[in-house]
């Protein structure tokens, strides 16, 4: 039987599973309903599950000796309300608008038919499931605390739900696919007083202007329209009642690159003009970094291993040639060793799922994780065959 024959009559279990996780969200780092399910499910297969951090991981082995590949599922979910309609959509104030609830049952789903066809696999499959991507730190941790290592990975593939795409019809790249990100947080220090008396105080929203002025002028005016960079501030805060000028202002925002030595210019460029141009208005700013992941590249000979493994299950995996400027922290592992990843079609706007990602009334076909998991499964038996 293929992966993709018995993802197909895996399906109701891996629905149990997606519906469950999808109604007890949880965000950021700390997930313990979330890993205590897949620990419990882990368990259920035969696996003996490890906490490795603030995630969980497994392995399963064939040939003891052989080389190792992992999968990797993240977990967490968006500090939003769910507005789907859906009759299993979360009550609490954080919702799955990522599709990482799909992530996680699509590779237990792999997991499953993984154990079951143990036997016949050339080397290990080592399975991550991670905390927090959304805050950009969940993948760096695990990385951290030894995911790569005990026993070591030689590759690694990592899966992402695409809406507006038909169910069945999945897609991956080459060299670099998603963008870096720096969630940049930049805090201004002026002094407050009076709004009918500006001269006796330094007004920091004054400040921030021309902060934010300033550096949108890096984009372009200092990097070469031939590269790609994108720099948004989504908060500006400051000030509490409008006649009095507060004494300080915060502002948060993310860059965005496809290039490792842009970005470092980039970072060290907002540094310098957000400190001279609160010096100028004689004031200060301090810019600091909540989080940060590299650029996601895919290795080719990866990819191709992999692909070949598709190919065999008649799974309907395009390659795409374009980039995401989304940032995936699946990159901090593909910084470390070669690997690959794809997109699995979430459903069509005449299926009902046109919005996109991140979007309080997202919906996913639930179909879809029948090819999730047997692109899972079968490209990581694939490598191990190959190598």
């Not at 309903?33 to 991981?57: A, D, N, S």
């Not at 968006?78 to 799955?96: D, I, T, V, W, Y």
């Not at 291993?305 to 795409?320: A, D, H, I, K, P």
Request: aromatic share 6%; with cysteine; hydrophobic share 40%.
């Amino acid at each position: 039987m293929s992966y993709l024959q018995r993802a197909q009559e895996l399906y109701e279990q891996m629905v149990q599973d997606r519906r469950c996780l999808h109604q007890r969200p949880e965000v950021g780092m700390d997930l313990p309903e979330t890993t205590e399910y897949v620990r419990k499910r882990l368990t259920e297969m035969g696996y003996q599950p490890q906490q490795l951090g603030q995630g969980i991981t497994a392995t399963a082995t064939g040939t003891p000796h052989g080389k190792v590949f992992l999968l990797r599922a993240d977990m967490d979910a968006l500090p939003m309300k769910e507005k789907s309609g859906l009759p299993f959509a979360s009550q609490r104030n954080c919702a799955h608008t990522c599709g990482h609830d799909m992530h996680t049952a699509m590779l237990l789903g792999a997991a499953q038919m993984l154990k079951e066809r143990e036997h016949e696999l050339n080397g290990t499959v080592k399975f991550m499931f991670q905390p927090g991507e959304e805050v950009l730190s969940g993948a760096k941790s695990m990385v951290e605390a030894g995911i790569l290592e005990h026993p070591h990975v030689d590759a690694a593939m990592g899966a992402h739900m695409i809406p507006g795409i038909p169910v069945g019809l999945g897609g991956y790249g080459m060299g670099v696919v998603s963008a870096s990100s720096d969630h940049l947080v930049i805090r201004i220090e002026g002094k407050g007083g009076h709004g009918a008396h500006p001269h006796t105080t330094v007004d920091p929203i004054n400040i921030g202007v021309h902060i934010h002025l300033a550096l949108q002028a890096l984009i372009c005016r200092e990097v070469d329209p031939a590269d790609a960079a994108v720099l948004t501030f989504g908060k500006f805060q400051g000030g509490e009642a409008a006649n009095i000028i507060p004494s300080a202002v915060v502002m948060e925002g993310t860059l965005r690159t496809f290039n490792e030595e842009l970005r470092a210019r980039l970072l060290a460029r907002i540094e310098a003009v957000c400190t001279h141009t609160a010096e100028a208005f004689r004031g200060s700013a301090q810019v600091t970094t909540l989080g940060s992941v590299c650029a996601l590249a895919v290795d080719e000979e990866t990819a191709r291993s992999v692909t070949e493994g598709w190919r065999q299950e008649g799974l309907n995996m395009l390659q795409r040639g374009d980039k995401m400027s989304g940032s995936e922290d699946f990159a901090e592992v593909a910084a470390k060793v070669p690997s690959t990843f794809f997109v699995v079609g979430g459903g069509t706007a005449e299926d009902g799922c046109g919005v996109g990602l991140h979007s309080p009334e997202i919906r996913f076909r639930e179909e879809a994780l029948i090819y999730g998991a047997a692109a899972y499964a079968s490209g990581a038996a694939a490598w191990l065959r190959e190598h």
